[in-house]
C-alpha cells in the first residue's frame, strides 16, 4: 500500500512516501509557498512520485496537516464574522478573563478579538444554568441580528447563546432562521462546536471556528480538486489538533480542530520513535523555521490538553485566545531558524518575529536583510552553505557573515563568530526555558526522559538543551527533517465528543450518566459517517472530574464497560488514582464531581508494515571548522554523513549530515546510529 503525507510549515513543505509493501520511505522538502500552500503541496508530490516511479493512481493515501487555519488566526486574515449572543453577554469577548499574565505589566496586551465589537449582536433569550428557559427566543430579535449582519457584509456567522451548553433549542432555532435568510453563509453554534460551561472560552472556540471556516472550506476544496486533477482517486485525510485524521468534510465543517495538525503530527511520531528505542518518557522538540514546539511523551502516551491558546502575547500562558478543543500538549515559542536576531538595549534578542519563507533568511539571497538563527548557525560551521536541504539550496555565507557583523557584531565589538554564537546561545536559552517549563515546573524528572528532537532545526541544538537541562539521552530520528510529515503516516483516524454535565459520582447518578453517553456516541457516530471506512471501531472514555467545591478539573481515563450501579465507584477510583499522580494527595472520603465528559471513536490504521529510511547516496566524510565554546571557539570539526557512523559510533565534536537536516554532537558525547536507523547521542555524564 503506497500512502502520501505532507505537512505544510510556516517556512518549508514537508512531504514523504510509504510504500507499505517493501517498506520503503521517500522524503522530499522544499520551501512553502504562502501566497498559494497548494503549489508547493503539488510540486513536493509530483517530485516523490516521479522518485518512486509511480503514478497518482497507485496511491492508496493521502495525508495532510496544515497551518492554513492558524496562520489565518494570527494574520488577522479569516472571513468578516459576525457573533450572535444573548442580550446583556454582548462583551464576553472583550471582558475575557481578568487573571492577568504579567501582574505588574500597566500596558498589557490582551488578545484582540476575531469580531468587532460593532459586529457582536444580541437576541432576546435566556435559559437558566440546568437548560431550563427562562425566557423565550424573541423572533423579531433574531431577525433585527441576522439582518444587520448580512448588511454589514459579514461572510460567517457564529452563534454562542448563554448556556446553550445545556439546551441547544435556541441556537438552533437562530441557525435555522439563518438559514431561511442566507443558505450560503456557513454557521458555527456553540452548542455544537465546544458544548461546554465557561462562556468565554466556549465562544471564543465557536468564534474561531466561524472565522477560519470559509479560509479553510476554501483552501481544502480547491486541493481536494487539485489532487483529483492529477489522478489522485482516494480522498485526502486531514490531521487533527488531537492526533487523529479526520474526513475533509469534517475538517471543513470543524476547522478549529486543525489548528495544531502538523505539531500533533511530530508528537505522535516522537512517541513512537521512543518506544522504538527503548524511552518510554520522551520530551519532544520540534523546531522548524518559524516557531519550537515542545511536548512531553509520559509512559508512551502523548499528554492531551482539553484545550489551547491560539497567539499568545509572548508565548505566556493565558495571553492567547483560548479554544477548548482536545489538543496534543504543547508548549510553542518563537524560536526557529527563521526567528531573527535584534538588538534591544545593548542585549540580543531572537523572535518571536520571523522571516519566514520569504523573503527567508539573509543566507537564502531571496531578500531577507536581518540575521536570522539559521544564518548564525551557518557561519558557526554547524551547516554547509552547498548541501542544505540536501543540496537543493545553496547558501550565501558571505551575506550571512555580513548581516550579523552589521546588526549584532559590530554594535557590540563582537567577532563575527562571537555575534552567531550570541544568537545561538540566545536562541537556546529560550528554548531551555520553554523545556524547564514542560519538564521540571510539571513535576517530570528530566533525568528519566530521553529529547527526541526533529523539524529542520531541532538536531542543531537539541544536544546543548539536553545537557543543559540533565536529559541524558538524544535521539534524532531517520528523516528527522520531516518528522511531523512521518508521524502523519502513523495516525489514525479518531473523532472526540464531548460535554458539560455537572454531577457527582453516585448512584443516583447513574440514568444520567447512561443518557448522556448515549448522547455522545450517537454524535460520534454521525461524523464516522462521514469518513470513507469506518469500521473496527474502538471506543474509549475520558473526563475532567474534580473534588466537589474546587474550581479546577483534572484528566481522567474513566473505565470502559457497562453504566451500571458500580460505575460511579469505579470512575471514582480513577479520579482519586489520577489526582494522586498529578498533585501527590487523594480524598478517598472526598465527593467527587464530574464537569466534562468525553468519548473517543477510532479507527485502526491499515497495516504499515516496515519502514526502511532511503540513506543519502552521499556518503559524506570530511571536516571543517566550527564553534565550540567547549574547545575554545573555532575547530576542526568531523563532518559525515548518517550512514557512515555505523553502531560503533563516534565521540563529539562532530557534524552529522542527512539531507533534511543536519545534527551538533557537542565534545565529549557519544553519537551512534541503531538498527532502524535513528541516530542516538549519549550525553557525557561529566558536563550535564
Known amino acids: 500500500m503506497i500512502r502520501i503525507s505532507f505537512d505544510i510549515g510556516g517556512t518549508f513543505t514537508d512531504c514523504v512516501l510509504h510504500d507499505g509493501a517493501g517498506g520503503r520511505v521517500l522524503a522530499h522538502k522544499l520551501p512553502s509557498t504562502p501566497a498559494d500552500p497548494a ?32 496562520n489565518a488566526v494570527i494574520e488577522r486574515k479569516g472571513a468578516p464574522t459576525a457573533l450572535i449572543t444573548t442580550a446583556g453577554f454582548r462583551d464576553v469577548l472583550i471582558i475575557g478573563r481578568q487573571k492577568r499574565y504579567e501582574t505588574y ?3 498589557l496586551d490582551k488578545p484582540e478579538p476575531l469580531v468587532q465589537r460593532r459586529h457582536i449582536l444580541e437576541v432576546a433569550e435566556r435559559l437558566a444554568a440546568d437548560g431550563t428557559v427562562v425566557e423565550s427566543l424573541d423572533p423579531a430579535s433574531v431577525d433585527a441580528a441576522i439582518e444587520r449582519a ?5 461572510q460567517s456567522v457564529a452563534i454562542a447563546l448563554l448556556h446553550a451548553y445545556a439546551n441547544p433549542t435556541h441556537e438552533q432555532m437562530v441557525a435555522a432562521r439563518l438559514a431561511e435568510r442566507a443558505p450560503n453563509v456557513p454557521v458555527s453554534l456553540s452548542s455544537d462546536i465546544s458544548p461546554k460551561f465557561r462562556e468565554y472560552e466556549r465562544t471564543n472556540t465557536t468564534v474561531v471556528n466561524a472565522y477560519v471556516r470559509p479560509v479553510v472550506d476554501r483552501y481544502l476544496g480547491q486541493l481536494q480538486d487539485a489532487l483529483k486533477q492529477r489522478g489522485f482517486q482516494r480522498e485526502m485525510m486531514v490531521m487533527q489538533s488531537n492526533g487523529g485524521l479526520v474526513s475533509p468534510a469534517l475538517a471543513r465543517r470543524y476547522p478549529v480542530r486543525i489548528l495544531e495538525s502538523g505539531p500533533a503530527a511530530g508528537v505522535l511520531m516522537a512517541s513512537l520513535v521512543g518506544e522504538a528505542v527503548g524511552a518510554r518518557h520522551v520530551i519532544t522538540f520540534d523546531m522548524g523555521g518559524t516557531t519550537a514546539k515542545l511536548g512531553a511523551v509520559d509512559d508512551g502516551q502523548p499528554a492531551i490538553a482539553p484545550a489551547f491558546e491560539v497567539d499568545p502575547v509572548r508565548y505566556r500562558k493565558g495571553s492567547g485566545l483560548p479554544v477548548s478543543v482536545p489538543a496534543v500538549e504543547l508548549l510553542e515559542i518563537g524560536a526557529g531558524g527563521g526567528s531573527i536576531a535584534s538588538l534591544d538595549m545593548g542585549m540580543i ?24 538563527v539559521t544564518d548564525a548557525n551557518l557561519v558557526l560551521g554547524y551547516i554547509d552553505p552547498g548541501y542544505f536541504n540536501g543540496g537543493t539550496m545553496p547558501l550565501d555565507a558571505a551575506a550571512a557573515a555580513a548581516g ?40 517530570r524528572d528530566p533525568r528519566r526522559y530521553a529529547l527526541v528532537a526533529f523539524g529542520g532545526a531541532g538536531p542543531l541544538h537539541a544536544a546543548r538543551l539536553a545537557r543543559a537541562i540533565g536529559i541524558p539521552r538524544v535521539v534524532v530520528p531517520a528523516a528527522a527533517g520531516v518528522g511531523s510529515a512521518v508521524g502523519l503516516l502513523q495516525a489514525e483516524p479518531r473523532i472526540d465528543v464531548s460535554a458539560t454535565r455537572l454531577m457527582r459520582l453516585e448512584a443516583a447518578s447513574v440514568p444520567a450518566m447512561a443518557e448522556l453517553y448515549s448522547e455522545l456516541e450517537r454524535r460520534a457516530r454521525a461524523e464516522l459517517a462521514l469518513l470513507s471506512d469506518a469500521g473496527g471501531v474502538r471506543w474509549s472514555r475520558y473526563g475532567y472530574l474534580r473534588y466537589a467545591g474546587q474550581g479546577f478539573e483534572v484528566h481522567v481515563d474513566l473505565p470502559d464497560g457497562a453504566i451500571d450501579e458500580s460505575y460511579p465507584a469505579r470512575a471514582a477510583a480513577a479520579f482519586h488514582d489520577a489526582y494522586q499522580r498529578k498533585h501527590r494527595y487523594r480524598d ?32 559524506r566524510q570530511g571536516r571543517r571548522n566550527a564553534w565550540f565554546p567547549e574547545a575554545g571557539g573555532f575547530v576542526e570539526t568531523a563532518v559525515m554523513a548518517r550512514a557512515s557512523i ?29 538498527a532502524s536507523g535513528h541516530l542516538l547521542i549519549d550525553i557525557a555524564r561529566d558536563r550535564t
Open 39 to 70: 503549489q508547493a503541496v503539488l510540486t513536493g508530490l509530483d517530485a516523490l512520485l516521479g522518485q518512486a516511479g509511480l503514478a497518482p493512481a497507485n496511491v492508496a493515501a493521502v495525508l495532510h496537516a496544515t497551518t492554513v487555519a492558524t
Open 105 to 107: 505589566d500597566l500596558y
Open 150 to 154: 448580512l448588511a454589514s457584509g459579514r
Open 349 to 372: 534578542g531572537v523572535g518571536p518575529q520571523s522571516a519566514g519563507a520569504e523573503p527567508g533568511p539573509i543566507c537564502y539571497g531571496k531578500g531577507g536583510r536581518q540575521p536570522t
Open 404 to 443: 550579523i557583523r552589521q546588526h549584532i557584531g559590530q554594535p557590540l565589538g563582537l567577532s563575527d563568530g562571537e555575534a552567531a554564537w550570541g544568537i545561538h546561545l540566545v536562541a537556546t536559552g529560550n528554548m531551555e526555558h520553554a523545556m524547564r517549563l514542560v519538564s521540571v515546573e510539571r513535576g
Open 588 to 619: 478517598e472520603a472526598g465527593a467527587v464531581e464530574a464537569v466534562d465528559w468525553a468519548l473517543v471513536a477510532s479507527l485502526p490504521r491499515p497495516p504499515t508494515g516496515e519502514w526502511r529510511f532511503a540513506a543519502s547516496a552521499d556518503q
Open 646 to 674: 555505523g553502531s560503533q559510533g563516534i565521540v563529539g565534536p562532530a557534524i552529522v549530515e542527512d539531507p533534511d537536516c543536519t545534527t551538533v554532537v557537542l565534545p565529549g558525547d557519544l553519537a551512534r546510529i541503531d
